[in-house]
């Protein structure tokens, strides 16, 4: 059952709505949802919709009398309402429990959310490779994709590899191209809120690239763009290790590593997209790049990839003394600039996530410097999503959207404003 229902108890602390004439205003979870002048009756009904079909997807199945207690309606607007949502296809009668023994006569009858009315994907672009997770609008995960892709792939050829997921992913679940009903996307990079990747180094090709245009190409739903780390953030404050904290961190540590940042709850972007870009900080004063600080050499590492990093690493991890110093030296670079950003923000928790969040060792130093510079030196924590960190955030972009088109949900987590 879904949050632990059990009928009647459950509903009742899921939605309160309240009529006050002239004004109609309704609560949703503690959340003012919006107030309604008494000669507005569609956006009344509209609202009546989005408390019925709430309340039936927070719980298994109920029936008309719960729904009626539960949402302080009526009985025939709430069997107005749940007419016109079976007729969306958005509710189902549910079968009666023949092996349960029936009480003497007719049992009440029992609706419940259609989660597999629509479904939603979560895509992430990644330098080596990319990825796609379907879910139903519960959120439940029914299958992932993902191809391996060239670091040096033009936009093109990267963006061919992920259609080709996509189009593998959809077929192997059984689930047509127009079921979807919203399609989320996290990308490295500075993106604007249409979808253009103002400012992407990451990948070639990427910079100016309008990714949400392309891509909507492909889908008859609404196309989300968002940057890969805050993806991430989002993604573990959902199902991570940030569940219990609304101002958290995350680092997605790389060669260039960036972060995401949620502030009471909501993703904070900046006024053009680009905060949390610590990748930069050497820009301002700190001009050591990585290619330097990872050299085992007298030269700078050459080509600086993945491959050659976590060749780094492993020497280092052999008791290469020059690799141990290199990996020392990222190490601090990395605590640095995350130091940087927590004391900008102070967050509650940083979350590492990121290949880097592999290393021996990097939560500690983290530690100790982060209580060395700041007045309140926060958690620190390893994802617990690991590679599918950024995929999973995009795809709670897409299920935010849809659920401000379902329940009118005033505000979301990754609501762009």
């Known amino acids: 059952m879904r949050d632990g229902f059990g009928a009647k108890a459950a509903l009742a602390r899921v939605v309160r709505a309240e009529y006050h004439p002239p004004q109609h205003r309704l609560e949703l979870e503690g959340r003012t949802l919006g107030r309604l002048t008494g000669g507005d009756p569609s956006l009344l009904r509209r609202i009546n919709s989005a408390v019925v079909l709430h309340a039936l997807r927070a719980a298994d199945c109920a029936t008309l009398t719960e729904i009626t207690r539960v949402t302080g309606l009526s009985r025939p607007t709430v069997e107005g309402v749940v ?6 296809g958005l509710v189902v009668e549910q079968a009666a429990d023949g092996s349960v023994a029936r009480r003497q006569g007719r049992p009440a009858r029992r609706y419940r959310f259609r989660a597999e009315a629509g479904h939603l994907l979560g895509l992430e672009i990644g330098s080596h490779r990319v990825a796609a997770l379907l879910a139903d609008l519960d959120g439940r995960v029914l299958g992932a994709q993902s191809r391996e892709v060239d670091e040096a792939a033009p936009a093109d050829e990267r963006l061919d590899r992920l259609r080709g997921a996509v189009a593998e992913l959809l077929r192997r679940a059984g689930v047509p191209r127009g079921s979807l009903r919203a399609v989320g996307v996290g990308t490295p990079g500075i993106v604007e809120a249409d979808g253009t990747v103002r ?50 961190v995350f680092v997605l540590a790389g060669l260039s590593p960036g972060a995401g940042s949620l502030i009471g709850g909501r993703l904070h972007r900046g006024y053009g997209g680009a905060a949390g870009e610590i990748g930069a900080l ?94 309140r030196p926060p958690k620190v924590a390893l994802s617990m999503l690991g590679e599918a960190a950024v995929a999973t955030g995009a795809l709670r972009l897409a299920l935010d959207h849809v659920e401000e088109e379902l329940f009118a949900v005033e505000a979301t987590v990754t609501a762009r404003r």
């Open 83 to 88: 007419e016109d949502l079976i007729g969306a």
């Open 199 to 248: 400012l992407g180094t990451a990948l070639p090709e990427w910079t100016g690239l309008r990714l949400g245009e392309r891509l909507s190409r492909s889908f008859k739903c609404p196309v989300l763009v968002e940057n890969d780390a805050n993806a991430a953030a989002v993604a573990e404050h959902w199902k991570g290790a940030a569940t219990e904290s609304d101002d958290v």
């Open 282 to 375: 050497h820009l301002l004063g700190r001009e050591v790049t990585p290619e330097t600080l990872l050299s085992i050499t007298d030269e700078p590492l050459h080509p600086l990839d993945e491959q050659a990093v976590a060749a780094v690493f492993a020497q280092a991890r052999e008791g290469d003394q020059r690799a141990r110093a290199a990996v020392d030296r990222f190490i601090q670079r990395l605590v640095h600039d995350v130091a940087a950003l927590v004391l900008a923000v102070d967050p509650e928790l940083v979350v590492v996530g990121g290949w880097a969040a592999g290393l021996d060792g990097v939560l500690e130093p983290l530690r100790d410097e982060l209580a060395r510079y700041c007045l």
